[in-house]
């Protein structure tokens, strides 16, 4: 099994991977296929209006999720990494009033998002619950060409062909990648560990450089903590309203401010540590809220858990280095790919355990690595973190990513540094294996309600509106 670091952490921009930087990826994927021969184009048929529907989750909250935005951005041509947040709106905003969309290397096509993006909570497309189908048609309106994608969370994309050969494997690997360590699970993780005599970090470096040189992913790992690092600093910077209509105010920069007083004055604190990982994840998270550039962790719903950790790591331990950054990056992504094989991290599939759940998780197991733990420790610390997680249901108010999502990656973060600071403490045996616990999470996700997996019909998303 080999799912690569770059695929977990993918830079983008807010506020949700599986419902903004998934549908802007299918967006651009369509209008590759519309330019493409591998359809049966009749002869002189010329495309002349797009079309989109979404349905499921983003239909249900694609509005406070941004969907329909970054459908529109998607057929101009965008995509999640070059895309300017700072202009985006502009970019809605024009073909709202032109009504065409003009994507580079095409002719432009006719595309009226009031009448030509449908979302459709009626008809769900059984494949995923973040289904979205694309649609071609000439000028007498007859229909050339559709496709149907799916968004299966963390900015991942599927057809309806992939998601089916993708099921008959039973897990979301990487065809046609052969690794020195292909583990699929932890036991086989740990295995291979014990045999190699490598720590999971060297395992997935190893795996990484079979597909590139070491120069080539150390600048990939560097540029995804630069970016990381660069979102906590502006979540930081900026304060006011976020957008939506919750009228939720952004707390992290008064918060850290706070904080910078006390640390002046020399006042005890011995919450310290806790209160800067929350204000780091909650920077993030609050970035994410208002569409700025972020990166999935392994989704953007749980892009300030990791990142939190990690700055936590640097700033509290004098040991802490660029190569330690490498080696947390890459134990995270080993623990984060075997639970997206054997499980999910989209909340829309098991909920929010399999977002903030899956990001603790795997925090929890970059940080026991770097501050000296085993592998079996590793594997320690990522359970714990995963298992106080399990039945986490996802039910963001108004669909937005706001409440209870920022501060909830602040909690993922706290958890996942207690959950490696119990691990290293032990010899690395337990109870529960990590493998276990990601089944569970797999088997409660199916038995949760719809209503409690991303589509804002129940728990909070209800509750706090009829108060």
């Not at 057929?75 to 905003?93: C, K, S, Y």
């Amino acid at each position: 099994m080999f799912l690569s670091v770059f695929d977990l952490f993918k830079i983008g921009i807010g506020p949700s991977s599986s419902h903004t930087m998934g549908p802007m990826t299918a967006a651009v994927r369509f209008l590759a296929e519309v330019a493409g021969d591998d359809w049966p184009r009749p002869a002189g048929a010329v495309v002349d209006r797009l079309g989109a529907s979404l349905h499921g989750s983003l239909a249900y909250t694609g509005v406070g999720h941004g969907t329909d935005r970054a459908v529109i951005l998607g057929l101009t041509g965008e995509t999640p990494l070059t895309v300017d947040p700072d202009t985006a709106d502009a970019q809605v905003e024009k073909v709202k009033t032109e009504k065409r969309v003009s994507p580079p290397g095409h002719p432009g096509y006719n595309f009226d998002p009031a009448t030509d993006l449908v979302l459709d909570r009626k008809t769900p497309l059984l494949g995923h619950a973040n289904g979205m189908a694309f649609y071609a048609y000439d000028a007498a309106g007859r229909l050339l060409l559709k496709r149907i994608y799916y968004s299966i969370g963390g900015g991942f994309v599927v057809s309806d062909e992939e998601l089916q050969r993708m099921k008959s494997r039973g897990s979301v690997t990487t065809e046609g990648s052969k690794v020195p360590y292909p583990f699929k699970n932890a036991v086989e993780m740990l295995g291979m560990a014990g045999k190699s005599g490598l720590s999971i970090a060297e395992m997935k470096r190893v795996n990484e450089e079979t597909h590139m040189s070491r120069e080539e992913l150390d600048e990939g790992l560097d540029n995804i903590w630069t970016a990381m690092r660069g979102c906590i600093e502006r979540g930081l910077s900026q304060d006011g309203i976020m957008p939506g209509g919750l009228k939720v105010r952004r707390r992290a920069r008064q918060l850290h401010d706070k904080l910078q007083e006390e640390w002046r004055q020399n006042r005890p604190n011995p919450l310290l540590a806790n209160d800067w990982l929350s204000i780091y994840a909650m920077a993030v998270n609050e970035e994410n809220a208002a569409g700025g550039r972020v990166v999935t962790a392994p989704t953007n719903g749980a892009a300030g858990t990791l990142p939190a950790v990690l700055r936590y790591w640097l700033h509290f331990h004098p040991e802490a280095d660029q190569a330690s950054i490498r080696d947390f990056l890459l134990t995270a992504a080993a623990v984060g790919g075997i639970i997206k094989s054997n499980a999910s991290i989209s909340g829309a599939e098991v909920g929010c355990q399999g977002e903030v759940g899956s990001a603790s998780a795997m925090a929890a197991a970059g940080l026991c690595a770097v501050m000296g733990g085993t592998p079996e420790q590793v594997e320690n610390a990522a359970e714990i973190a995963l298992e106080h997680h399990l039945g986490m249901t996802c039910d963001p108010v108004g669909g937005l990513v706001q409440v209870p999502c920022i501060e909830r990656n602040a909690l993922g973060a706290v958890k996942a540094v207690t959950a490696a600071s119990l691990a290293i403490k032990g010899d690395g045996v337990h109870f529960v294996p990590l493998d276990a616990a990601i089944e569970t999470m797999r088997q409660t996700g199916l038995d949760m309600s719809e209503k409690y997996k991303e589509t804002s019909q129940g728990g909070l998303a209800v509750n706090v509106v009829e108060c």
